[in-house]
């Protein structure tokens, strides 16, 4: 593991089953301790523009919710308390000073308060909430309700408890759900077996609750014998970390990452690794999540299977991670994940992990000149079939050069067929005096974003005059 010209370059295989595959990502410092914070909290959230979002404490003593996304950090509130957040889109939900409130592009909402039956919420756990602005989450009522605890749905307007706990032949106890964009919500409960009347007979499992009917997703009567909190996707998928048990009840070393589908099939993304913690998934089925490795406590990500993206002893803005968490907000639909890492220089800075998409380019010059003062380098982006150059490079941040980090870009405003594969190409030019090319370089880079923000980089060989 090395960083190289800003970018961590990670080629590994996978924990379990597929074929080996090589991962590259480049990491974003977010936020970070220093002038404007004293800490950044634990369990940041990720939106699908690559904004994160996070609580942080102020140098002045003031608690509050920020979005950073690597350039700036804008506040978006304060408070005397203030929970970790839910994200999905521009949608956030959090504890704020007793109440559980949304924050959108609409402004502040109050989703629930202990002004009725609910007496307490589970802070600093987050709420839940899905694309349109619907939050779930677990409470407690007051003690004249005759009720114990309660996962609700509310939108602002109208507010729903969905599944009680009580003593009896029902739930004893519920945990913190997860809400997808069709208001299908998953949690943990445990569960009244039925067998025993003292309310100590019970099944743990995963459930979920879509349309007034609550399913069982996988329970301890099964293969499993504990799990982590569930997390659902758009598409119904539903993932979470599981341990097992021998035939003699004894627990066996390890769990298992483990989705399921919505017709109940399942897939084992990984079996029998160590201290798993709860998973993030995205939308197109990509989970993301802490387990140890050998090299330590390691980031890992992967859709039919799980490769590292960065450990505990990985160099990382000079300094060594000596510790990383993330929280199951933590990833988005381009597959940025975003968490947090302990440095051996003391710091605890929250970091984004970007994806790099490998593209492919061709150096049109194929001798520079480098005593030509104000000459171009002219660089062609291909396009593939897949992969439009004319249409998704954002030509701003387009870099060249000796390393890929070099602001040289003159243009981008000419498209042809340079390969002749049927596809147009972008072709941009570059000033060969800001690439920082040397005399006997073979290699050039060439390094920028899409506009939809997914980091690119390829590179062509060239030939110095």
């Known amino acids: 593991m090395k960083l190289i010209a800003g970018i961590f370059l990670l080629f590994v295989g996978v924990l379990a089953g597929g074929q080996a595959n090589a991962s590259?990502?480049?990491?974003?410092?977010?936020?970070?301790?220093?002038?404007?914070?004293?800490?950044v909290g634990s369990g940041p959230a990720i939106n699908d523009l690559g904004q994160v979002v996070f609580r942080g404490d102020l140098r002045n003593g003031t608690h509050g919710v920020f979005r950073g996304d690597g350039?700036?950090?804008?506040?978006?509130?304060?408070?005397?308390?203030?929970?970790?957040?839910?994200?999905?889109?521009?949608?956030?939900?959090?504890?704020?000073?007793?109440?559980?409130?949304?924050?959108?592009?609409?402004?502040?909402?109050?989703?629930a308060d202990t002004s009725g039956q609910i007496g307490q919420f589970v802070f600093p756990t987050p709420p839940a909430i899905n694309g349109d602005g619907v939050t779930a989450f677990k409470a407690f009522f007051k003690i004249s309700a005759?009720?114990?605890?309660?996962?609700?749905?509310?939108?602002?307007?109208?507010?729903?408890p969905i599944v009680h706990a009580n003593c009896g032949p029902v739930f004893l106890e519920l945990f913190p759900p997860h809400i997808n964009d069709s208001s299908a919500v998953v949690f943990?409960?445990?569960?009244?077996?039925?067998t025993l009347g003292d309310c100590f007979g019970a099944v743990l499992g995963i459930f979920k609750y879509s349309d007034g009917i609550v399913e069982t997703v996988a329970d301890t009567l099964g293969e499993y014998a504990s799990f982590s909190d569930p997390v659902i996707n758009d598409a119904g998928m539903v993932a979470f970390v599981a341990s097992r048990d021998d035939a003699a009840g004894s627990p066996i070393h390890g769990y298992d990452v483990v989705v399921v589908q919505p017709g109940g099939?399942?897939?084992?993304?990984?079996?029998?690794?160590?201290n798993a913690g709860q998973p993030a998934?995205?939308?197109?089925?990509?989970?993301?999540?802490?387990?140890?490795?050998?090299?330590?406590?390691?980031?890992?990500?992967?859709?039919?299977?799980?490769?590292?993206?960065?450990?505990?002893?990985?160099?990382?803005?000079g300094v060594t991670?000596?510790?990383?968490?993330?929280?199951?907000?933590?990833?988005?639909?381009?597959?940025?994940?975003?968490?947090?890492?302990?440095?051996?220089?003391?710091?605890?800075?929250?970091v984004?992990?970007?994806?790099?998409?490998?593209?492919?380019?061709?150096?049109?010059?194929?001798?520079?000149?480098?005593?030509?003062?104000?000459?171009?380098?002219?660089?062609?982006?291909?396009?593939?079939?897949?992969?439009?150059?004319?249409?998704?490079?954002?030509?701003?941040?387009?870099?060249?050069?000796?390393?890929?980090?070099?602001?040289?870009?003159?243009?981008?405003?000419?498209?042809?067929?340079?390969n002749h594969d049927g596809v147009r190409d972008l072709v941009c030019e570059f000033d060969v005096n800001e690439t920082g090319l040397q005399s006997g370089d073979t290699i050039a880079i060439l390094q920028g974003r899409t506009t939809e923000g997914l980091f690119i980089r390829g590179s062509d060989t060239i030939k110095i005059k």
């Open 24 to 39: 590259e990502y480049v990491f974003t410092l977010i936020a970070d301790t220093g002038t404007q914070f004293n800490q």
């Open 71 to 111: 350039n700036q950090i804008e506040t978006l509130l304060v408070g005397a308390e203030v929970g970790v957040p839910g994200v999905k889109r521009d949608q956030i939900a959090l504890e704020l000073d007793g109440a559980i409130v949304r924050l959108n592009p609409q402004g502040l909402t109050t989703i």
């Open 146 to 160: 005759g009720q114990n605890q309660a996962l609700f749905i509310g939108d602002g307007v109208s507010l729903t």
């Open 188 to 194: 943990l409960g445990l569960l009244d077996s039925g």
């Open 265 to 274: 099939d399942s897939t084992v993304l990984a079996s029998a690794i160590s």
């Open 281 to 317: 998934l995205n939308n197109h089925g990509q989970v993301a999540l802490i387990a140890d490795s050998e090299e330590g406590r390691t980031l890992f990500t992967g859709i039919s299977s799980l490769s590292p993206v960065i450990a505990v002893g990985t160099e990382l803005f």
């Open 321 to 350: 991670v000596v510790d990383i968490s993330m929280y199951k907000y933590g990833i988005n639909e381009l597959g940025q994940i975003v968490f947090n890492v302990s440095l051996s220089d003391g710091r605890r800075p929250i």
């Open 352 to 418: 984004r992990a970007d994806p790099v998409l490998p593209i492919s380019i061709d150096v049109l010059d194929h001798q520079i000149n480098l005593k030509r003062r104000g000459g171009a380098v002219r660089v062609a982006i291909l396009s593939t079939s897949d992969f439009n150059a004319v249409q998704k490079i954002d030509a701003q941040t387009l870099t060249f050069g000796r390393t890929g980090i070099e602001a040289s870009v003159v243009s981008c405003n000419h498209s042809r067929d340079v």
